[in-house]
């Protein structure tokens, strides 16, 4: 079993940065791939980003490409979401999420097994 708490969430303007950071417990943090996840008022989860279990691979949602970066700290069991160009769009509850699936790169929810239980991050314009 694995726990995960996110933290780093927060109030800022468009154009502001935040990094959040989800802290692991539990079983080896390396033999998961970690991944990033949102939900804004009314909308479905939606992925953001992933980190393989090395850290040698990540992947991102359009959205937040070129403006995010995911990245994890193995010695640390810690995996981070570093978010730059904010924009009002990105408001939402952020969760991180542990998946012990064998495909490279999990996007889909459903591949995860582990959740974390959110950070508000909300941006003002």
């Known amino acids: 079993q694995v726990q995960l708490v996110e933290s780093g969430g927060g109030l800022v303007q468009a154009g502001d940065s935040l990094r959040l950071s989800c802290a692991a417990s539990?079983?080896?943090?390396?033999?998961?791939?970690m991944g990033w996840f949102r939900q804004a008022p009314g909308k479905e989860r939606e992925f953001v980003a992933v980190v393989t279990r090395s850290g040698g691979g990540t992947a991102y949602a359009d959205a937040v490409k070129g403006r995010f970066t995911i990245f994890r700290d193995n010695a640390k069991n810690t995996v981070y979401l570093q978010m730059n160009s904010l924009k009002p769009e990105d408001t939402a509850v952020y969760y991180c999420?542990?998946?012990?699936?064998?495909?490279?790169?999990?996007?889909?929810?459903?591949?995860?097994?582990?959740w974390g239980q959110g950070t508000q991050v909300t941006v003002s314009s």
């Open positions: 539990g079983r080896s943090f390396s033999s998961y791939n």
């Open positions: 999420a542990a998946s012990q699936s064998l495909v490279q790169f999990t996007t889909q929810a459903s591949q995860y097994d582990h």
